[in-house]
Nanobody
Framework: APLAESGGGSVPAGGSLRLSCAASSFTYSRYCMGWFRQPPGKEREGVAA?????????ADSVEGRFTISQDNAKNTLTLYLHMSSLNTEDTGIYTC????????????????????????WGQGTQATVSS
């Protein structure tokens, strides 16, 4: 798959998880990436995003607890989401996404949590936080 997440699992409240997303097939927009999540019974929401220059943005609910980063090695980019101080409201399916090339290539795309900015989506990985 062009975007492949891993690292989900079950942790107690207060614990940490690190999610990974391998983006090996995107040349143009793989540097403009984001994480989204869908809690049980709720709509998908943006969690964090990063642009070509390493600028980041976070949802208010995760600011200070989550960190998005990316690592480039050869032709494969790996996107990470380090999550700490987890609580039960962080439970959900976490999906990584790559922004539209038409946005990313301009070099002027600011990291965004708007789903419409993203054209490519992974399958998702489940993160469950127990009380």
């Amino acid at each position: 798959a062009p975007l492949a997440e891993s690292g989900g699992g079950s942790v107690p409240a207060g614990g940490s998880l690190r999610l990974s997303c391998a983006a090996s097939s995107f040349t143009y927009s793989r540097y403009c990436m984001g994480w989204f999540r869908q809690p049980p019974g709720k709509e998908r929401e943006g969690v964090a995003a990063i642009d070509r220059n390493g600028w980041t943005t976070y949802a208010d609910s995760v600011e200070g607890r989550f960190t998005i980063s990316q690592d480039n090695a050869k032709n494969t980019l790996t996107l990470y989401l380090h999550m700490s101080s987890l609580n039960t409201e962080d439970t959900g399916i976490y999906t990584c996404a790559a922004a539209r090339p038409s946005l990313c290539l301009t070099g002027r795309w600011a990291p965004s949590l708007k789903a419409e900015d993203f054209a490519y989506w992974g399958q998702g990985t489940q993160a469950t936080v127990s009380s």
